[in-house]
């Protein structure tokens, strides 16, 4: 048995984060991902997934994956610049990069390693990286990981961002970074002036637009889309596929010159083993569907509007998120405790986040929306809440 000689210490303050609501536990799913999940034996109705698009259990997606795993096997057997890179991967990036209408595209086995890849790799000792201070926990380890001094930016402030840029104006390059729809708030990052002060300061921009690629945009090509940014002002793209795709693994779009950097620099890239072929032939299925699907999206933003209107007629604490992502404020940890149980108890699947996740004093029900959803289960959540928050 591996113990460590601080063995006390860690049971100690195992027992302070149970005490103060903010233990974490993993729970098991039995049969597939759906909006109706089968969760430690319990039948539940699910708003927890982000599988916003509803097809991380479509029939095509199963096929394809299915069809190149039967005929290839599962593991790629090697990372990407030995012999894991398929005809499939290739086919991927290149259908990517015109999805994206970036020049070329690299896939990484994971959006956290593609967010910490893509920021080592590109900036140095002499460098800066300036990040939004509610950024995904990978954008902010990529950063860390760098040789490059970090500065933060209070949460979508532009002057505070303006004022940061201005005080860097004397050191090596610049990286502005920031989520395009922030994980656990839901709103937006407003990329127009963030483009305008890279471009006024001659700095780059890197946006992780994880939540948004599939989802924002009438074609579904997330953040640039959505805020109608130009071609040719468009910055540097991670989008992963295990949300609004369905499936798994990430990607960064950029101009070749970024990627071809990226392929000869991203640690992450470099020595890991490539994601299995059949996922990235399933992701181009993906890639399909939700661009000839439109009604997918249409369909997601009539219940975020259906479930937004109910809570507002209830008196629930929402945040200003237009997304399918949809947080509805608690007072304290156990609070939030206490009304997710609630709703569990009425056969009803959210997700409570707590403390570090999200900074003191904002735990919150983290509530998101999938295509696969239907307005009836919109009701039933509501009247679920309604008597949650009642008790």
């Known amino acids: 048995m591996a113990q460590l000689p601080w063995h006390t210490q860690l049971q100690q303050s195992l027992q302070q984060r149970r005490k103060a609501g903010l233990y974490r536990q993993t729970r098991q799913r039995q049969g597939e991902q759906s909006v109706e999940v089968v969760v430690d034996g319990q039948s539940f109705l699910s708003f927890t997934s982000n599988d916003y698009l509803g097809l991380a259990s479509h029939p095509d997606v199963r096929a394809a994956f299915i069809d190149v795993a039967s005929k290839e096997g599962v593991g790629s057997g090697a990372a990407h610049l030995l012999t894991g890179h398929s005809v499939h991967h290739q086919q ?27 920021i080592d790799a590109l900036m140095g000792r002499h460098d800066v990286v300036i990040q939004d201070k509610l950024n995904h926990a990978s954008l902010l380890d990529g950063g860390r990981l760098s040789e490059a001094k970090q500065w933060r930016y209070a949460h979508n402030d532009m002057q505070q961002l303006q004022r ?73 793209i991670v989008g992963t596929f295990g949300k609004a795709f369905g499936t798994a693994g990430a990607f ?120 696969l959803h239907e307005p009836e289960h919109v009701e039933r959540l509501l009247s679920a809440l309604d008597h ?4």
């Open 164 to 236: 940061r840029l201005d005080q860097t104006r004397d050191v090596g390059q610049r990286l502005i970074v920031s989520d395009g729809v922030f994980s656990m708030d839901g709103d937006l990052a407003p990329l127009p002036e963030i483009m305008a002060l890279a471009n006024q300061h001659r700095s780059a921009v890197l946006i992780d637009d994880a939540h948004g690629i599939g989802v924002l945009g009438p074609q579904g090509r997330g953040s640039v889309e959505h805020w109608q940014i130009a071609a040719d002002n468009y910055p540097i």
């Open 388 to 391: 949650a928050c009642a008790h």
């Open 92 to 118: 991927l990036e290149q259908e990517l990069a015109a999805f994206c209408q970036q020049q070329a595209v690299l896939l990484f086995s994971t959006g956290y390693m593609a967010n910490m890849g893509v």
């Open 252 to 371: 960064v779009a950029a101009d070749e010159v970024v990627i071809e950097t990226l392929r000869q620099h991203a640690r992450s890239y470099i020595y890991t083993t490539a994601q299995p072929a059949a996922i990235a032939a399933a992701t181009s299925v993906s890639l399909r569907l939700l661009q000839v699907e439109s009604w997918r999206r249409e369909k997601l933003q009539a219940l975020i509007a259906q479930f937004r209107r109910g809570a507002i007629h209830l008196g629930l604490p929402l945040m200003d998120s237009p997304t399918a992502i949809q947080p509805v404020l608690m007072h304290d940890e156990h609070q939030a405790m206490a009304v997710g149980q609630s709703l569990e108890q009425q056969g009803i699947l959210v997700g409570v986040i707590r403390p570090p996740t999200v900074p003191a004093g904002s735990a919150r029900l983290r509530i998101t929306f999938s295509a």
